[in-house]
């Protein structure tokens, strides 16, 4: 999937374009949520919420998204960000943030519909585009508790 997104779909990212640092990015599954979306046969989407195993990162996790852009706009990765932080919860992860380019709004509505809130701006911060630097928004999300019931499958 990684090396058929199209220059759109990775404008502002940083996608894993060879099979090692896919390997790389999925391997460790204690302190990773990787769920991808298939259609054929053929992956076209992929979520992780990561976290780090060290004290001060206990139960918060990091979310990162590519989808094909063959897939986007049907509610795709709407849909799999929630089943994401679902499994978070369930995992009794507390928190999980992610940063985006100020200037990707269709992102920031998507993470908005999921319950990120905006947190913070930092200034020129992504070097991108015609060698220009970009201004990122971290963006957070307070999961709490798995309801009772609420259980991974």
């Keep these: 999937m990684y090396a ?26 204690e302190y990773r949520i990787n769920l991808i979306a298939q259609s054929d046969s053929r992956v076209v989407g992929h979520v992780q919420i990561y976290t ?17 852009q063959d897939f986007q706009n049907v509610g795709l990765g709407t849909a799999m960000m929630r089943e994401g932080i679902r499994e978070a919860r369930v995992r009794g992860w507390h928190r999980v943030r992610l940063t985006v380019v100020a200037e ?9 519909k999921v319950g990120f809130e905006r947190e913070g ?10 060698g220009k630097y970009h201004d990122e928004v971290q963006m ?13 499958e």
């Design 121 to 130: 701006l930092s200034r020129e911060n992504y070097f991108g585009e015609v």
């Design 104 to 112: 990707n709004h269709r992102a920031i509505r998507s993470y908005e």
């Design 52 to 68: 780090l195993p060290m004290q001060q990162m206990n139960g918060i996790g990091e979310l990162f998204i590519y989808l094909h």
């Design 140 to 152: 957070g999300l307070l999961i709490g508790p798995a309801e009772e019931g609420e259980g991974s």
């Design 4 to 29: 058929g997104l199209s220059a759109e779909a990775v404008r502002w990212g940083l996608p894993p374009y060879d099979r090692a640092k896919v390997e790389r990015m999925t391997f460790n599954l």
